[in-house]
Every structure is written in structure tokens, then in C-alpha cells.
């Protein structure tokens, strides 16, 4: 009799386990979007004979039905605790945590992916600086794996290779070494990107190191929703949410950001941007190819072009007070070959700023 | 459609499940051909018709080996049926292979055919054959209903990666079976624990496995734990397939024949092969070693019986000559243990136990290199043949991150959990508990492999490629 009623508990608690998705995924309206894993989600698949045949048909549904399960975000938390907690693995899909902090693993040094970083960086070199009379700097950010990869036995890059063969490229540009003046806490918990207020020091001696002099004085503002980086979603973790402050000044007070994609000024910092899909995006309003921040209380008619990725786009404020006008350019979205129709190259001085995890990983620069 | 899908799970067999149950007993056949179709033609619709041929010749074949019984011309007709799978396969699966290497003897330049791979080929035209030969062989009877048949050779729970299961087997279940609860509840247990071996233990060993191809900092380390975790990789892999195709049996009522008994305990190569993918075994005996004169002849005919059959069996696997290499290499340990070593080996109860892992290991090796020069080259690697150092970063820290899935998928392929279970099963407080926890567990697991799924990341299965 106990073996009966096992035997039917088996087969009921299965059967309601099955047959209750089912039903939930037929009457669950479909998502777009994943807002932990910040992408668009698969749609219903149309069904049409040649895509039936093809096979395409079968190959979307599949995809559908992952990205509409019932529950999604619970059950990737459910698989990330048990490969992390039960399993003891180090990390789950490549993000792994170790002080509380979550980071994603990027190695070894991919030589060629510098190479390609660095030709590019060159190409605008040579075709807008070479004959003017332009002070031209480089400087490395690195990512949080520099700090966090030994704690955890993790493989890393290997970081002075990477500035090394990066110096010895672009040997036009005077390197400024900012790796001292950065920590593990200079970085969020739950996101790739550096805290704009625990780097000013990092600003203040880039800055510095270009000929201008930050006076500082920041007031700390909060953002009135708790931030979730990149890392929070993939690490599928339940994460409280983290503190996003930015820093404002006296000469910040009267800045302007000037986008050319959208020919209109926009927010150094925008509180609308913290709410949405990438909340970083705060920080002048996220990816944006070609950006001005004019600063009319400038005491110095310097003017500053930023090559960047999105690192640039919360210490870019801090720089402004020392210049007249800061140029942020992120050739990921906009063709060098370009640049000359809307900067005038003249004596501006220059710095490529980019992140680790950007130069290993090349490919999107244009 | 792979068993381990969210499309599988959760949409077709809810739903075959459901049609399945409230068809009556005449239409069940029926159903499970169709729903098998579908299963097929999900993957591959435009092999459906390779499939339904290789069925359709089966069937006429076997009636007309029956009429014909004793009138001289059923042996032509069963060669002409075997011949006709083999060809079926021989030209989907081998055929490329014959001509790049007729091309590289000859140095011709022949195109090759490009032909994709029908999944579970090499599985549903074994079953054909084994049907025709047992009517011929008057085993049993030809099947006159050409569903009976069709559902015997398509059923969907074996029919892409096994077990191969004998139409003798299985003819008396496909008009007269039973459904119990019992047996539900058996092959709903079945198949968790399947899934679950093939989500939680081999997904994640393949996933080492794919960090390791593509690693840039080699290291001896990282070769044994490529060499360790492949070796699990595939026995989850497999039996894990295996087990959630006897559970969805057990769930329609009928009892397909075990394919794993624990072969990573054996003691010999002997031994192992009477515990791994035991239906393949069993098919090459019967259709294979055993007309071929078997052991029943000189020693030079046997040996060279022995060599057939595990060329054969090795290239049953893949159209490439690692394959052959892999079923040869069995083929001298198995003659060796015969001519010598059983004896020894039966004395020395740890050192057989080393052999057989140290041996099917480097056989994976083989088994899984992309050419016979990859093979001896990563098996050389594992033996500091080649200059790189005996550990780096990144191997140390996959060994510490797969190291309790490692230990798991040992535990796990020794009969321990089940004695286990058994011994749990005997106490009078255990045996209450066990009764509680069953069902919870089976719930937990599946849970966790729906996640695993969910979670999207390494699942494919290797047998769906022979």
C-alpha cells in the first residue's frame, strides 16, 4: 500500500509539474524583453511551409519556448545556485563572485585583438595627428578580474603584456599609468564599470599627468533607484541592489552635452537613463558615438578629444572642468574615417582611454 | 527532438502522454507512430522519408521472406533486404568517406556527396535488419500490419540513440501490453534519473570538455582531466539517453532491454563490453560474429572473426578512421585477454580495475579526436610527449571548479547509489522515509534540470551523431 501511494505521488506531482508549465506557457503572455538579461526575447515563430521544411520553424520554437518559459528568471537563479553552492563550481557561465563582488572571465590575451585595437587607434593617428601639433596620451583602464582573478585561482589576462604591446604600438602617445590609483571598491558590485565618486583621484592624476589641474569640491548625488549592473543578470544571483551616485561641481553646474547623432543637447547625468535597460547609461546617456560637453566657465581654452568606450562616460565629467570642451568619440559606433566631418583636428590635446576588457575584445571597433 | 528540450518536456509529451491515455487499445500503435513521426520530423522532416523507406522495404521484405518460406528464394530476398539498408547507409553515412579516401589513394579528385547524417541511422536500420533476419530466421513471425511495424521501428523514445531494441523482443508487447501504475511510476523514476544524468552530469562535463578544446595554455593537467572528464562525459551521456528511453517505455507499457550495467567496475575489456551499450554487443554477435562462424572455428578464423566485428563496430560509430583504430584497439585487448591476460587479470583484482579505466580512457581518446594523427598527438600530450607545462592557472582552476561533479559522475557510475537505495529500502524507519523522499527528490531534479535547461547552455547528445 505505501509502494501504491509513492507510486502515485510520483506520477502526480510529475504530471502536475508538466502539464502546469504547459498550461502556463500556452496562456502567458509573451514578454519582449528580459530585463535581467537586458535583450529582446524570442517571439512566437510564424509557421509557413518553406520554414516548417527548412526546419527554421522547429529551430525558432525551440528558442521561443526557452525565452518565454514560465518562471525564467527563477529557474536561471535556481541553476546558478546549485552550479555555484551544490557544485561548488567557480563560476556559472563564466561570472563568478569572490568578495561580493561579480566578475566575468576574460582570458588569455588575445595578442591579435590588441593588434587590431591598436591599428585602428594608429589609423587615427596618421590620418588626423601626425603633422599637428597635438600632445596625444594613452591610458589603460583595467577591468575588475585584475584584482579579483588571483583571490579566486581564476586565469586572467596578462595585464603588463597587454600595455606593453599597447605602448610599444602606439608609440606616438605618452602612456599615463592610472593602475595605482584604482582598487576592487573603486568598481561596482554588480557591473563591469568604475564608481565615478572613487575615482577621482584616478581623474585628478590623469588630468594632471595632461597639464590641468582638477580642483575638486564634488557633492555627491544619489539616484533614486538602486542600481543592477551588467553582472547581476548574468550571474542570475539574488543580489541586492547597489548605490548609484554621481558627482556634481561648481564648474560642472553649467556644462552641456552636445550629441551629434541626435543633433540636441542632452543631461550629464540623466535620473530617466537609471530606470531604463542599461541603467549605466545615466552617466551621459550610455553608447553615443560623438559627444561635446562644452564647459563655459573654463578658465583655459584647452580642448580635450576623448577616444573612450563606456568607462569615459562617468570620468569625462570630472575632466571637464579643466577644459574648455571635452570631444568623447567611440569609434565602436562611428567610422574614423568619419571624424573629419565633424571634429576639426587642430591642437587639441588627445587621449585614448579604453578598458581591458574592450581591447581584448576588439571586434566591435570600427 | 532531443529528449532533454523544453520542446520535449514541456509541449509534445504532455501531449502525446495525453492522446496517448485516452486512445483505446487499437489506435495506441497508431498514435505512437505519429507522435513518432512528428518526434523525427521536428529535427530532420526532410529524412522522414529515408526513415519510412528503410520501414516500407523492411515490412515487404518480411512478408514475402514469409510467403516464400521453403521455396528456395528467401535468402535472396533477405540479401536483398540487407543489402538494401546497407546501402541506405552505407550512402548517407559512409559515403563521403570512401571517396575521400578512394581520392587520396588514387589521386582523383571526385566530389564528395556532402551528405548531412539522418539522425539515428545507423540506429533504425539495425532494428530493419534484425527484423528481417529473425523472420527469416523464423524467430518470429512477419508483422502484417504495416503500423504495428512502422511504430515498432520509429518509436520515438529509441529510435534516434537506443537502445537498439529486437523487433523478437518486443513483437508480443506491441499487440498485447499492459499500463500500470507501477510501471508509470517506474518509468517516470527512469527517466528523471536519465535526464538528470544526461543535464547535471554530462552537459557539464561537456562543458569542460569544450574549455579544454578551446584552451590556449595546454598543460599535461588538463589532458588527463580532458581524458577523465570525456570518459564520464559520454557514459552520462549515453546511459543517461538510454535510461530516459526504458523510463518512457516503462511509461507505454513496454520493457525495453537494459543498454548499461556499470562498465566502468569491470575488470576486463571482456567485461566492459558486456556492460556498455549491451545492445549494440548483442546485435554484432548475433547478425554479425555468430554467422561469421564465431568462436566455433580455427583460431586464425576467429581471430579475424573478432577483428570484423570490432572494425565493424568501430565504424558503426563514424565514418573516419579513428573510429576504425577505436574498434580495432578492442579488438587486439579483447583477443589478448583471451589468448593470455583473462587469467591474470582475474587474479589481480585492483590492476584489472586500473587496466580496463586506464584503457577505455585512452580509447575515448581515440574515439573522440577529430583524426588518428589529433588522437596520438593528445595521447602523447597526456603523456608529457610534447613541451608544455604539467600545470597552468587555468587548468588548476577547472580541476577545483568540476571537481565535485567529477566526484559525483564517479560515485555515479559505480552501483553505490543504488545499493545505497536498496539498503535504505530494507529498514523499517528508512523505508518510510525513502517513501516520502522518492517522490520530493524526482520533484527536486526535475526542477533542477528544468533549470539547467532553461538556463540555456551545453546540451547536445553524442550518440544522436551515429
Known sequence: MPEKRKNMALVALTCIFLYGFLLWAVIKPVDAQSVSERRPLAAPPAASWDAVFSGKFMTDFEEYALDQFPLRDGLRTVKAITSLYAFRQKDNNGVYMQDGYISKLDYPLDMPSVDYAASRFRYVYEQYMEDKDMAVYLSVIPDKNYYMAEEHSAPALDYAGLTAALRDRLDFARYIDIFPFLELSDYYRTDSHWRQENITDAARYLAGQMGVTLSGGYTQSLAEVPFYGVYYGQAALPLPGEELYCLSSAALEDCRAYDYETRTYIPIYDPEQAEGRDPYAFFLAGPKSLLKIENPNATTGKELILFRDSFGSSIAPLLAEGYASITLVDIRYISPQMLGQFISFTNQDVLFLYSTSVLNNSETIK | ?466
Open chain 2, 1 to 466: 527532438m532531443l529528449f532533454s528540450s523544453v520542446t520535449f518536456l514541456f509541449y509534445f509529451l504532455p501531449v502525446v502522454v495525453a492522446l496517448y491515455f485516452i486512445s483505446p487499445m487499437c489506435l495506441k500503435n497508431g498514435v505512437l507512430l505519429l507522435a513518432s513521426l512528428f518526434f523525427y520530423g521536428w529535427g530532420e522532416p526532410r529524412y522522414l522519408a529515408f526513415m519510412l523507406l528503410s520501414i516500407t522495404q523492411g515490412y515487404i521484405f518480411g512478408l514475402l521472406i514469409e510467403k516464400y518460406r521453403g521455396k528456395g528464394r528467401t535468402k535472396a530476398l533477405l540479401t536483398a533486404s540487407v543489402l538494401f539498408s546497407l546501402l541506405l547507409l552505407g550512402y548517407c553515412k559512409y559515403a563521403d568517406f570512401f571517396i575521400s579516401n578512394f581520392n587520396l589513394a588514387t589521386g582523383l579528385s571526385v566530389p564528395l556527396l556532402k551528405i548531412a547524417l539522418p539522425v539515428g541511422i545507423s540506429f533504425y536500420t539495425f532494428q530493419v535488419i534484425s527484423y528481417t533476419v529473425d523472420v527469416y530466421r523464423g524467430t518470429v513471425p512477419a508483422q502484417r500490419n504495416y503500423v504495428d511495424l512502422a511504430a515498432y521501428i520509429a518509436m520515438f523514445p529509441q529510435l534516434v540513440a537506443g537502445p537498439i531494441v529486437r523487433y523478437a523482443d518486443i513483437a508480443g508487447q506491441l499487440r498485447d501490453r499492459t499500463h500500470s501504475l507501477s510501471g508509470a511510476a517506474m518509468g517516470v523514476r527512469r527517466f528523471i534519473i536519465g535526464l538528470s544524468k544526461k543535464v547535471l552530469i554530462a552537459n557539464q562535463l561537456g562543458a569542460l570538455v569544450a574549455v579544454f578544446k578551446e584552451s590556449a595554455e595546454p598543460s599535461v593537467l588538463f589532458y588527463w582531466l580532458y581524458a577523465a572528464a570525456y570518459m564520464l562525459h559520454i557514459y552520462f551521456d549515453f546511459s543517461g539517453y538510454s535510461d530516459m528511453a526504458i523510463g518512457l517505455g516503462y511509461v507505454f507499457g513496454f520493457r525495453f532491454p537494459e543498454n548499461f550495467d556499470y562498465p566502468y567496475i569491470s575488470r576486463s575489456i571482456t567485461e566492459f563490453w558486456r556492460r556498455w551499450h549491451i545492445s549494440l554487443g548483442a546485435w554484432f554477435r548475433d547478425y554479425l560474429y555468430i554467422p561469421l562462424g564465431g568462436n566455433r572455428v580455427g583460431k586464425p578464423r576467429w581471430l579475424f572473426n573478432i577483428a570484423v566485428v570490432w572494425a565493424a563496430t568501430g565504424l558503426w560509430h563514424g565514418a573516419a578512421w579513428n573510429f576504425a583504430l577505436w574498434g580495432l584497439l578492442f579488438a587486439a585487448l579483447l583477443m589478448m585477454e583471451k589468448l593470455w591476460l583473462s587469467g591474470w587479470l582475474k587474479r589481480h583484482r585492483v590492476i584489472s580495475h586500473l587496466y580496463v579505466l586506464f584503457l577505455v580512457m585512452v580509447s575515448f581518446v581515440i574515439f573522440d579526436a577529430e583524426s588518428v594523427a589529433a588522437a596520438f598527438s593528445r595521447i602523447s600530450a597526456m603523456f608529457g610527449g610534447q613541451a608544455m607545462p604539467v600545470l597552468t592557472v587555468e587548468s588548476v582552476y577547472y580541476l577545483k571548479s568540476y571537481l565535485v561533479i567529477l566526484a559525483l559522475a564517479l560515485i555515479g557510475a559505480t552501483p553505490l547509489p543504488k545499493k545505497l537505495a536498496a539498503l535504505a529500502g530494507k529498514g523499517r524507519y528508512t523505508r518510510v522515509a525513502c517513501h516520502i523522499a522518492e517522490p520530493v527528490a524526482c520533484l527536486v531534479l526535475l526542477t533542477v534540470c528544468t533549470a539547467y535547461l532553461i538556463d540555456g547552455s551545453f546540451n547536445p547528445f553524442l550518440y544522436f551523431r551515429f
